[in-house]
């Protein structure tokens, strides 16, 4: 792997592991400050809220000024965020470092933006699928290395996390080159950048990403309602322990890591991105009734593999095919609109996951997420029939 990809592997896992290290600990810095679960939650809802309105500005930033600045930016501003929510002690504090990590968190964007600018059209997925290996990897391991720090301590592992986030600055500052050339990047004043209501609805605005961008969603809507539920839904099922919820979590996240940085590398050079869609989202819906069906937890496992192997094949070919779609010089802007969606997903899939599980049956929030791949999947097919001079 030449050096700029490793940075690129290394900036999303990074970024990954920093929010599975601090995420399950964030309620212990709360209760530190003598807060409670609300708080809590409205720190989980800022990191959100806030992602969803940096992103589309950070892809909009890096189309104007170029990868390089912006990723390297971002990363020591994750740094400065996790140094100061170690030092933090109070809760203003705490709400300051977590806003500060969610704004610059949101570089995700910037990174699938040069995956587009350094790959092409034939090994553009396998680039996307690349990055999602770093992603399932970092929320694999964070929880687990969070786990084994704060045993020496509450706060060691917001210190490492920012060390690490530092390191990686130094490491990209040296073999980081610049993937978009100043011919190739789109001029916008500074305040049509920071417009962020037009630089998300301007991509819902191209006929030919529309049902590409729907898809996305709802496949993300239907994933985000399984990770915040599932820990709900086995206790109340299966009576498991958060130790078996964390195996269970950790087994989905060799998955990620072995479909996406490995399987999918073979896949798509047979089968192409649109066929490994129509597969992963039909394997997504299958997933998740079997996981609506679990008779005894063993049954979880296959389910989730299913689930894994539909996720892990469908996002990366998804969004390799709407980067095609898009010019060069948007490819920030594009990305940006993206993690916005995802961002949106992360709010209303867990609200909506809670709420049919208490109001209409502990199976219901894997039920609507197999009918979210469902109409996912219609939708795609629906792309597919649009005239060649809108395809790849």
């Known amino acids: 792997m030449n050096p700029s990809l490793l940075f690129i592997f290394i900036t999303v896992f990074v970024d990954l592991l920093g929010y599975g290290i601090m995420l399950p600990l964030l309620p212990f810095y709360v209760q530190a400050q003598d807060g409670g679960a609300a708080i809590a939650g409205a720190l989980t809802s800022l990191y959100a809220s806030t992602q969803l309105f940096a992103g589309p500005v950070l892809g909009a930033l890096s189309d104007r000024y170029g990868r390089r600045p912006v990723l390297l930016i971002c990363l020591f501003g994750t740094s400065l965020g996790y140094l100061m ?101 789109e001029i916008k004043s500074i305040s049509q950048i920071f417009n ?32 915040s539920n599932f820990p709900l839904y086995s206790n109340f099922r299966f009576q498991w322990t958060p130790t078996q919820n964390s195996f269970f979590y950790l087994y989905v996240g060799l998955c990620a890591v072995f479909i996406q940085g490995f399987l999918f590398g073979k896949l798509q ?19 998740l009734a079997f996981m609506a069906l679990a008779r005894e937890s063993w049954m979880l496992y296959p389910a989730v593999t299913i689930v894994a192997l539909g996720t892990g094949t469908s996002i990366p070919s998804l969004t390799a095919l709407v980067s095609l779609r898009v010019s060069e ?64």
């Open 85 to 185: 929510l170690g030092l933090a002690n109070t809760l203003p504090l705490i709400f300051l470092a977590v806003f500060i990590d969610g704004l610059t968190g949101a570089n995700l964007t910037t990174a699938y933006a040069y995956i587009a600018d350094v790959t092409t059209k034939e090994n553009r997925a396998r680039g996307m699928g690349m990055v999602g290996a770093a992603f399932g990897l970092g929320l694999m391991a964070g929880p687990a290395l969070g786990g084994l720090l704060s045993g020496y301590g509450l706060y060691v592992p917001a210190f490492t996390a920012s060390a690490i986030a530092l390191s990686n600055v130094i490491f990209g500052f040296f073999v980081l080159p610049e993937s978009l050339p100043p011919e190739k990047r």
């Open 196 to 227: 962020w209501g037009k630089q998300f609805t301007s991509f819902f605005r191209q006929i030919n990403i529309q049902k590409l961008l729907i898809s996305m969603f709802l496949l993300n809507l239907a994933f985000s309602g399984l990770q």
């Open 269 to 287: 050079p047979r089968f192409g991105e649109r066929n490994l869609t129509l597969f992963g989202l039909t394997f997504m819906a299958i997933g």
């Open 329 to 392: 010089s948007e490819q920030g802007r594009l990305m940006g609109g993206t993690q916005t969606l995802l961002s949106l997903t992360s709010i209303f899939g867990p609200v909506i996951a809670g709420i049919s599980f208490e109001a209409i049956a502990f199976s219901a929030p894997y039920w609507l997420g197999s009918l979210f791949s469902i109409f996912a999947l219609i939708v795609f097919y629906m792309s597919l029939r649009r005239s060649a001079s809108h395809q790849p």
